[in-house]
């Protein structure tokens, strides 16, 4: 059974870090994606990362501030946030599909986790 279990949301003041983890167990995928959705609002792509080669993509809210990673032997995909702002506040879902491909579409995922609550204070 394939699981992808997201961790390392929390509250942090404007500025901080916070780093986000998603495990898969089950199969490793060829494409790992983060996306974001904040009250009110449509959910929007993060980043995204190549599995086999680690090439990585960024939404535009991200350039600069977050960097997507993985752990091979791990099964692991990481996102590290920082200069965290207000307007960052959202859930966030790590995203896994067996397809190679940039990861921009939320179509192209077959499995979602839960999500995880990252909250920025100002």
């Known amino acids: 059974q394939v699981q992808l279990v997201e961790s390392g949301g929390g509250l942090v003041q404007a500025g901080g870090s916070l780093r986000l983890s998603c495990a898969a167990s089950?199969?490793?995928?060829?494409?790992y994606g983060w996306f974001r959705q904040a009250p009110g609002k449509e959910r929007e792509f993060v980043a995204s990362i190549r599995w086999g080669t680690g090439s990585t993509y960024y939404g535009d809210s991200a350039k600069g501030r977050f960097t997507i990673s993985r752990d091979n032997a791990k099964k692991t995909v990481f996102l590290q946030l920082n200069s965290l702002n207000p307007e960052d506040t959202a859930v966030y879902y790590c995203a896994a599909a067996l397809s190679r491909d940039v990861g921009l579409r939320m179509v192209i995922y077959d499995y979602w986790g839960q999500g995880t609550q990252v909250t920025v204070s100002s």
């Open positions: 089950g199969r490793t995928f060829s494409t």
